[in-house]
């Protein structure tokens, strides 16, 4: 079946170190997205690349990476500089034309020790 | 720049009453619309949507939604919800066309439906 895959789905993080969440498509889709979920915020967007070797920041860059090497996959590396990481994470994708929805993985929960 | 704004953070209701989330957006453009639902501990799933043409958009699960241009609201209705129907409601507005599809989500609405 197709879909979103994100792993971990519970994630543990040190202070001071860096992780890296998962999130693998087998849509074919060509953009995707990584949001944080808070309690009571909504959803808000971290990254975002619609094409194979780029991306663009979203709201809330700071102490986040990504990278964009294969179509199928946009890893997100919370670095030691994001001060609160603890939150939902949610990773979408989506066809290229505009009027097409974002589609979401089921979400990695990343907690601080 | 566009926003989204649930006027309801809770909604609590009994099972087979009807239900309406509300949803008001702001944008200085033609936009999409969509409204997604979460379970616990769950991603997004896509409710419905508008694109453009009529402005009555059914969706999944019997929700429907109404796009009101002159108000800027995309309310969603049910008219008689179910047990299962307990989740959060997130209403969200992509656009402009070119600016990389973003979408804008509200705060979201807690349906909560009782026996």
């Known amino acids: 079946d197709g879909g979103i895959t994100q792993s971990p789905k519970y994630l543990f993080r040190k202070e001071g170190q860096n992780v890296t969440l998962s999130c693998e498509q087998n849509l074919n889709h060509d953009a995707m997205y990584w949001y944080r979920q808070d309690p009571g915020q909504g959803l808000r967007l971290i990254y975002y690349?619609?094409?194979?070797?780029?991306?663009q920041k979203g709201d809330i860059a700071e102490g986040y990476s990504v990278s964009r090497e294969k179509k199928e996959s946009f890893p997100l590396t919370v670095t030691s500089a994001q001060k609160n990481p603890t939150a939902f994470y949610l990773c979408?994708?989506?066809?290229?034309?505009?009027?097409?929805?974002?589609?979401f993985g089921d979400g990695t929960r990343l907690s601080i020790l | 720049a566009q926003s989204v704004t649930q006027l309801d953070s809770q909604v609590p209701v009994f099972e087979e009453a009807p239900v309406e989330l509300r949803c008001n957006y702001s944008?200085?453009?033609?936009?999409?619309l969509f409204w997604y639902v979460q379970y616990p501990n769950q991603g997004l799933q896509l409710l419905l949507k508008?694109?453009?043409?009529?402005?009555l958009v059914k969706g999944i699960n019997g929700f429907e939604a109404e796009f009101n241009k002159s108000q800027t609201s995309f309310h969603l209705r049910k008219p008689s919800v179910h047990i299962s129907d307990t989740a959060e409601y997130f209403c969200?507005?992509?656009?402009?066309?070119?600016?990389?599809?973003?979408?804008?989500f509200g705060t979201g609405t807690q349906l909560k439906v009782e026996l």
């Open positions: 979408a994708s989506k066809l290229g034309a505009d009027n097409q929805p974002q589609h």
């Open positions: 944008s200085s453009v033609s936009v999409y």
């Open positions: 508008y694109l453009s043409g009529s402005t």
């Open positions: 690349s619609q094409i194979v070797n780029d991306f």
């Open positions: 969200a507005v992509m656009g402009p066309p070119g600016g990389g599809n973003k979408l804008t």
